[in-house]
């Protein structure tokens, strides 16, 4: 073979030069083709997921076609893990806003019920896929879905009860639970804890709770197994040099064992770690645990009387001095004057005080509080007016057993209210106020305030439409006209006339918590008594902060209170109500985009539980069920309310907007909580579980 020549060679290398470029050039759009279908999918994706919160129309906008773009890069290697991760997420996401569209953009309980379905599939997915804990290519980080979780975060109970037993987490097992109580489906509740016994938990409260539960179904044997393993690993055992107070579990086992009529395990034999911080909150059920024994109960009776003597936490003394009176605890008219007054001298608040003008105040019972039912109550207060009785009595004593008397009429009439029996907590009511000649006004309010809460909103606002105004003061009249105007809406929206009377009188008493009340009510009832905000819903960030939209107000912070006049959060509730007022005069389109964004503002519920409802109950939109967005609503702030103010607070909210049927259905299962609460026997371990 001949050389080539120069020029041939030249041309040769020349040639070999351009198919290598065309090679190169060949190869490197073989590689970047498939990563610009990525691009290009993820933002077709990034674009498609920004509508899901942007104001739009009832149907949720479709991501599935951008799925296309994802497909070609998955079947080459070096594209195969990008493209294969983007089209998890897509899956993921899209499963996430059907649920969430389900809940926000257009509320309904059977689109719920399928898209919960889509989550456990996308949850499936993900395990049998990447196993990532987060997603954040295609839009604002979320978690992996996960039903249980996704349940409790948007009050999804169906979902959690559906699936009950198939739940493997402790708090995903608790709010299970939870959710049956809520439901009114106590069986349910104990079904569920039988089958979660069956793993022996560890974890404290789910541990504490099964047992509580156990022992309300009757397996009293059982129930103390676990609850003494919790009070003993709290008294011997830290963790991380931290331990907890042993007192709740040891009230909840001593309520088992009076419940079962068992003796009661000993006390922890070791405590170097956590306290029994609940003694005195348990003297009333020392009383019921032994009554069965006469020379336990005398040495019993003989401690509380003890007890008596000293000062005592506020709130105390009424309950326990009702358990030794209704004990048979023999003393004379002269001592027990004394042990009603014994506190004092120390600083103790009094004995008769109607407490609070909050609803929930008569409805929940603090834990740290020692608890008798109604019947105790009103044993004990009659046996303090029989001992009064006697003429030759001193007259200060017969005034002080009188006054104590009422004391304990009042708190039986409270204690009745948490039974929801209307008739009982009012005649307890009459019976303290004839006693204690108690002002016209302030017993109005009161029996406002607990045919309220057991449900008789029409009684209630004849009650204190009648209320004589003269010689009140100025908070006390404020009280009952926002009392009134809130029950005036219980088949209409407030009076209007009514909430701005309540207002104006809020602004003369000077009270912040009264002021901030009477507040929500007159926007309840006249929406525009507050400018709406100019905020423009549409422009809203995903990733703004919690509040970034609703300024905070600090309900889940227990240790602030209101003032005066001059509380700096009064302001703050404006800017609030505010927002709220946008979203009432929003359109649908805007008012669907509220809704999404509260999904990342809520946890700040106040205690004025009804008008917050029933305005929130509004952004529900047309075609929307009112039921399934103030599940989501509430689903943060639950577990600050026990189960009846749950319930309750739902039921007159659904009464407000005319909705018999769920007012009905909240009713019956406030009722079967209630008949838990009111029972001598099962109320400790009733307010152990929240109820």
């Known amino acids: 073979m001949r050389p080539l020549s120069p020029a041939q060679r030249r041309k040769k290398n020349r040639r070999t030069t351009v198919i290598a470029w065309l090679a190169v050039v060949g190869l490197g759009l073989l590689m970047l083709i498939p990563n610009a279908f990525v691009c290009v999918g993820t933002r077709k994706s990034v674009d498609c997921f920004r509508t899901f919160e942007a104001p739009r129309g009832p149907e949720l906008p479709w991501c599935g076609d951008t799925m296309s773009w994802f497909s070609f890069p998955a079947r080459l290697p070096w594209t195969v893990t990008t493209a294969t991760y983007r089209a998890e997420e897509l899956r993921v996401r899209i499963a996430i806003g059907q649920y969430q569209n389900a809940i926000a953009g257009q509320p309904s309980r059977k689109a719920r019920e399928l898209a919960a379905e889509r989550i456990r599939e996308a949850h499936e997915i993900v395990q049998t896929g990447s196993k990532r804990l987060a997603f954040e290519e295609l839009g604002p980080a979320i978690g992996a879905p996960d039903p249980a979780q996704d349940a409790i975060l948007l009050g999804d109970r169906d979902t959690l009860l559906r699936r009950g037993k198939d739940w493997t987490e ?127 109960l005398r040495e019993a009776q003989q401690s509380t009387e003890q007890l008596l003597a000293g000062a005592l936490p506020e709130g105390a003394r009424a309950p326990i001095l009702a358990a030794l009176l209704a004990s048979d605890f023999e003393l004379t008219a002269e001592r027990w004057a004394q042990l009603a007054l014994a506190g004092a001298r120390e600083g103790e608040p009094p004995l008769l005080q109607l407490g609070s003008v909050n609803v929930l105040a008569w409805l929940d019972i603090p834990a740290d509080r020692p608890i008798v039912t109604g019947p105790v109550y009103r044993k004990a207060a009659e046996r303090l007016v029989e001992l009064a009785s006697p003429d030759d009595l001193d007259d200060s004593v017969r005034g002080t057993l009188h006054e104590a008397a009422a004391a304990l ?252 049927a769920s007012h009905r259905l909240w009713t019956d299962r406030l009722h079967t909580l209630a008949t838990l609460a009111g029972d001598t026997d099962r109320a400790e371990l009733a307010r152990f579980l929240g109820i």
């Open 170 to 296: 402790w708090h995903q097992r608790l709010h299970t639970l939870r959710a049956a109580l809520l439901e009114g489906d106590v069986p349910q509740a104990i079904d569920l804890a039988k089958h979660y016994a069956t793993f022996d938990p560890r974890e404290e409260d789910l541990r504490s709770a099964l047992g509580a539960l156990l022992c309300l179904g009757g397996d009293t044997k059982r129930g103390i197994e676990l609850l003494v393993h919790q009070q003993d690993d709290r008294a011997s055992r830290r963790y991380a040099a931290m331990s907890r107070a042993w007192g709740d579990v040891r009230t909840a086992l001593l309520a088992c064992a009076a419940l079962g009529r068992v003796p009661p395990p000993p006390r922890p034999t070791s405590t170097s770690a956590g306290s029994d911080d609940r003694r005195i909150a348990r003297a009333p059920l020392r009383l019921r645990v032994v009554e069965d024994h006469d020379h336990r």
């Open 409 to 660: 009429y009042v708190e039986g009439s409270r204690a009745y209210v948490r039974a929801a029996d209307t008739a009982s907590s009012i005649e307890m009511l009459t019976r303290a106020a004839d006693l204690a000649r108690m002002n016209p006004t302030t017993r109005a309010l009161a029996e406002g305030i607990l045919r309220y809460a057991t449900g008789d909103l029409p009684g209630a606002h004849a009650v204190l439409a009648k209320a004589p105004t003269d010689g009140a003061t100025p908070e006390l009249l404020a009280a009952t006209l926002t009392l009134r105007a809130e029950v005036s809406g219980h088949s209409a929206p407030p009076s209007k006339d009514e909430a701005k009377a309540a207002h104006a009188a809020a602004q003369k008493g000077k009270n912040a918590a009264l002021l901030a009340w009477s507040r929500r009510i007159l926007f309840w009832a006249d929406p525009g008594s507050v400018p709406p905000s100019p905020v423009a819903v549409g422009t809203l960030d995903p990733m703004a902060g919690r509040f970034a939209l609703w300024p905070s107000l600090g309900y889940a912070n227990a240790t602030l209170s209101w003032g005066g006049d001059d509380d700096l959060r009064l302001p703050v509730l404006e800017r609030n109500l505010a927002v709220w007022s946008a979203a009432r005069f929003a359109s649908e389109a805007d008012k669907r985009a509220y809704r999404y964004a509260f999904l990342r503002h809520r946890g700040d519920m106040p205690d004025s539980l009804v008008p917050y409802l029933a305005i929130a109950a509004e952004l529900a939109g047309d075609g929307g069920d009112p039921e399934v967005w103030l599940d989501a609503v509430m689903a943060p702030d639950a577990t600050r309310f026990s189960l009846r103010t749950y319930a309750w607070a739902r039921a007159q909210a659904a009464l407000a907007r005319g909705d018999t």
